[in-house]
T-cell receptor, first 112, second 115 residues
Framework: AQSVSQHNHHVILSEAASLELGCNYS??????LFWYVQYPGQHLQLLLK??????LVKGIKGFEAEFIKSKFSFNLRKPSVQWSDTAEYFC??????????FGTGTRLQVFP | GAVVSQHPSWVICKSGTSVKIECRSL??????MFWYRQFPKQSLMLMAT?????????EQGVEKDKFLINHASLTLSTLTVTSAHPEDSSFYIC???????????FGPGTRLTVL
């Protein structure tokens, strides 16, 4: 069965700090990988996605993620966070079905 | 493009009543819609997959008689929580797949509080 783990449950950073959120998945076949963001009081928004091709994926708002197949990882990065990046971040995977399996989420707090 | 709406955005009801939540894809057709439940500070748990014109597929542990799903058209799916109880209080989120099999677009969610 597919599963997704996010190791960082709560991350606190100061503005301009660099960010890396871990995501590992468990699935033996071809996967599609996603990072979603949920700002306070808002709905889930897609940050970026990986289907195939270049394993370094660039998304919105300066975020990027790297798919490392050998490590079953899809970590999210941003070189310099802003206060407005305060949100909940979810990694998600789907394999041979359309079902999205979500990680438990990482709460990011950025202080000015 | 790719906007999904939910109605209502929040609802409070008495224990034992039924509540219907609508999910609409506003600018695309969705053969498949998904219903999730999100507990406070937790992740989204898939409840069921709703396919237009056929019965929904429920995830293990989800009571199909409790959570009735209807996907009557390519732009509308409804979730009815029947005989709601306080433990059904949660944030219910739908998503819609425009058909490329890869990306889902999420609605804003419906917060259900059962007194």
């Amino acid at each position: 069965a597919q599963s997704v783990s996010q190791h960082n449950h709560h991350v606190i950073l100061s503005e301009a700090a660099s960010l890396e959120l871990g995501c590992n998945y468990s699935y033996g076949g071809t996967v599609n990988l996603f990072w979603y963001v949920q700002y306070p009081g808002q709905h889930l928004q897609l940050l970026l996605k990986y289907f195939s091709g270049d394993p370094l994926v660039k998304g919105i708002k300066g975020f990027e993620a790297e798919f490392i197949k050998s490590k079953f990882s899809f970590n999210l990065r941003k070189p310099s966070v802003q206060w407005s990046d305060t949100a909940e971040y979810f990694c998600a995977v789907n394999g041979d079905t359309d079902k999205l399996i979500f990680g438990t989420g990482t709460r990011l707090q950025v202080f000015p | 493009g790719a906007v999904v709406s939910q109605h209502p955005s929040w609802v409070i009801c008495k224990s034992g009543t039924s509540v219907k939540i609508e999910c609409r894809s506003l600018d695309f057709q969705a053969t498949t819609m998904f219903w999730y439940r999100q507990f406070p500070k937790q992740s989204l748990m898939l409840m069921a997959t709703s396919n237009e014109g056929s019965k929904a597929t429920y995830e293990q542990g989800v009571e199909k008689d409790k959570f009735l799903i209807n996907h009557a058209s390519l732009t509308l799916s409804t979730l009815t929580v029947t005989s709601a109880h306080p433990e059904d209080s949660s944030f219910y989120i739908c998503s819609a797949d425009p058909g490329n099999g890869h990306e889902q677009f999420f609605g804003p969610g419906t917060r259900l509080t059962v007194l």
